[in-house]
Each structure stands twice: as structure tokens, then as C-alpha cells.
């Protein structure tokens, strides 16, 4: 196997899906075990391939395993494959910025592939806090950006998608957090959306806005 193409290899054995899966899936019961040790050597090889190898050809791998997480029709599948993005974050393999903004520049992110958008979301969720201050100021702005895909009137059917971004806002604005300075999120927000016109979902934005909104020193920090 060339270098180049190791990793890439490796995310298609991770992501294909075999005909029979693709029809059934709703129905599809794997073998656990089989399946198990399968996917546990995968991961293993991949850890591996990542490390070894070039920056761009890495890239290009996460991208591809982006790509094949927003079109899984097989949920358990891409359910794993959230969690090994996760796994390889947090044993240093690869930064989460750069597994963040993969997940977030691929053009299947839109809250009606909703398995993807929630994955992404809360995987976001779960790690921003290892992120320095400039890529949660680059996550918060795409955030932001991403909300507005979102309709301006609740919507019941995407009440999921909804909690998944809010949620990432509200910990970028939690002052306890300590993610950004407290100025820089209120000037973002009011220069995206000034006078709160136009707010994409106001349960997204408007509980992350209130706390700044309410405190004077913070808003002139």
C-alpha cells in the first residue's frame, strides 16, 4: 500500500457499506463479536496510518471520513465513526480543530441530514474546551453561520438540531468556561445580528446572549 493512499484506505474499509446493508438497514442485526474485533483493528490500523504519515495525506483521509459519516445510512455505523473521531482526539492523534473544522466545512452539514448535524454538534460539545481561544473563536463564527440555516419559527422536526447547536453556544458563552472573553461573543453575535433582527432561531442565540446582555462590565470589557 503507497503512503498516500494507507489512510484513505483505511476510512473507505471504515465507511463502505455492502449492498445488503444498505438495503436492510433498518432491520440489519451485525454480529456483535465479529463486528467488534473488525472495527477495534480498523481503529488500531488507522491510529497507526495517521501517525506515520504526511499532514496533507492525513487531511485528506478526515475529510473523506467526514464525507462518509454524512452519507451513512447505517446509523450504528456512523455512530462509531463519531466515536472514533472522538477517540483519536483525545489520545492526541489528531488536533480537535482540525477534526472540528473537517466536520464543519463539509457541505452535508445542514440540519436536515440530522444525524450528521447532531454528531457533529455534540462532539463539538464534548471537546471544545481543548481548543485554543483563536479555534473556538473560528468554531463560534461557523456557528453562528450554521444557525442560520436553521428557520426562524420553532420547528418541531428539528427540535434535535436545535438543542445540538444551542448547546455548543451556550458553552461557548459560559463565562465559567472561559472560552472567549465575554466582549468578543456579544460584539460577534450583535455584528452578525444587529438589535437581535434577523436571529436565525432565537432559542439558539438568545439564551447564549442574555447573560452578556444583562451584565454591563462584561459588555464593556
Not at 483493528?41 to 464525507?67: C, M, T, W, Y
Not at 440530522?114 to 481561544?133: A, C, H, M, P, Q
Not at 438540531?161 to 458563552?173: F, G, N, P, S, T
Amino acid at each position: 500500500m503507497t503512503t498516500e493512499n494507507e489512510v484513505s484506505n483505511l476510512v473507505s474499509d471504515l465507511t463502505k457499506i455492502n449492498t445488503v446493508e444498505e438495503g436492510f438497514s433498518p432491520f440489519l442485526i451485525l454480529n456483535q463479536e465479529e463486528d467488534t474485533a473488525r472495527w477495534e483493528s480498523l481503529q488500531s490500523d488507522l491510529g497507526a496510518a495517521i501517525q506515520r504519515n504526511p499532514p496533507e495525506f492525513v487531511d485528506l483521509g478526515l475529510k473523506q471520513l467526514a464525507h462518509g459519516i454524512s452519507t451513512q445510512v447505517v446509523h450504528t455505523r456512523a455512530r462509531k465513526l463519531f466515536l472514533l473521531l472522538e477517540e483519536l482526539i483525545k489520545l492526541g492523534i489528531v488536533p480537535a480543530r482540525k477534526v472540528f473544522d473537517i466536520l464543519l466545512a463539509n457541505e452535508k452539514l445542514s440540519p436536515h441530514n440530522e444525524f450528521y448535524w447532531n454528531g457533529t454538534f455534540r462532539l463539538i460539545y464534548k471537546i471544545i474546551s481543548d481548543v485554543d481561544y483563536k479555534g473556538v473563536r473560528e468554531i463560534m463564527k461557523v456557528c453562528l453561520e450554521k444557525a442560520r440555516l436553521l428557520p426562524n419559527a420553532y420547528d418541531l422536526g428539528l427540535h434535535l438540531q436545535v438543542a445540538a447547536l444551542q448547546k455548543v453556544m451556550e458553552k461557548i458563552c459560559d463565562r465559567k468556561e472561559c472560552l472567549l472573553p465575554a466582549y468578543f461573543v456579544v460584539n460577534e453575535i450583535e455584528k452578525m445580528y444587529p438589535e437581535n433582527k434577523n436571529w436565525p432561531n432565537w432559542v439558539c442565540l438568545q439564551k447564549a446572549h442574555l447573560p452578556f446582555n444583562n451584565n454591563g462590565q462584561l459588555r464593556n470589557a
